[in-house]
T-cell receptor, first 114, second 112 residues
Framework: DTGVSQNPRHKITKRGQNVTFRCDPI?????LYWYRQTLGQGPEFLTY????????KSRLLSDRFSAERPKGSFSTLEIQRTEQGDSAMYLC????????????FGSGTQLSVL | GQQLNQSPQSMFIQEGEDVSMNCTSS?????WLWYKQDPGEGPVLLIA?????ELTSNGRLTAQFGITRKDSFLNISASIPSDVGIYFC????????????FGQGTRLTINP
């Protein structure tokens, strides 16, 4: 059990470019969450998967954002045509199921859009 | 949508002092959790609360799930330097949503 792994840890991109982040959950965890956290704020829910099915998406997830979890293992979060307002820490978390004490977060990907 | 109001936003205390922070909402929550986050890392769970009125301890940390299900508090006794960090409350909204809503965080600074 190596924990939730996120890559890259840091990403610097220019406005208008596309970026993709990867999350590898804890083995056998069937739920996977994406959160966004801006400086001085708590994490905000973006979306979650139960196995490969994306069951809920926040209104924060505009049409420039897309998340996938093929085969119910790792997940990717892609942001197209990045904007400066997309700069944030993107956190991934995974769990086997409730209770919530079984939810574990990765260290995040810090995105800076110049 | 559901929002959690966490206070205070920041605290500056002396080592050895006790700390208290709380979280309130206008909505009902089924579960309350408290996390700590260090710079550049993801949140780490400290305490989970599942029943209204529940009081749970984890070492020097004590948290309670409010009777109204709209609030929770976290106390830290005899603070030590490694308690420095940002503390977040989080809750699962009532109504079946399978997600957590987070507060804005309390930044704790300790003077040795």
């Amino acid at each position: 059990d190596t924990g939730v792994s996120q890559n890259p840890r840091h990403k610097i991109t220019k406005r208008g470019q596309n970026v993709t982040f990867r999350c590898d959950p804890i083995s056998e965890h069937n739920r996977l969450y994406w959160y966004r956290q801006t400086l001085g704020q708590g994490p905000e829910f973006l979306t979650y998967f139960q196995n490969e099915a994306q069951l809920e998406k926040s209104r924060l997830l505009s049409d420039r954002f897309s998340a996938e979890r093929p085969k119910g293992s790792f997940s990717t979060l892609e942001i197209q045509r990045t904007e400066q307002g997309d700069s944030a820490m993107y956190l991934c978390a995974s769990s086997l199921a409730p209770p919530w004490e079984k939810l574990f977060f990765g260290s995040g990907t810090q995105l800076s859009v110049l | 949508g559901q929002q959690l109001n966490q206070s205070p936003q920041s605290m500056f205390i002396q080592e050895g002092e006790d700390v208290s922070m709380n979280c309130t909402s206008s909505s009902i929550f089924n579960t309350w959790l408290w996390y700590k986050q260090d710079p550049g890392e993801g949140p780490v769970l400290l305490i989970a609360l599942y029943k209204a009125g529940e009081l749970t301890s984890n070492g020097r940390l004590t948290a309670q799930f409010g009777i109204t299900r709209k609030d929770s508090f976290l106390n830290i006794s005899a603070s030590i330097p490694s308690d420095v960090g940002i503390y977040f409350c989080a809750g699962q909204p009532a109504g079946g949503a399978q997600k957590l809503v987070f507060g804005q965080g309390t930044r704790l600074t300790i003077n040795p």
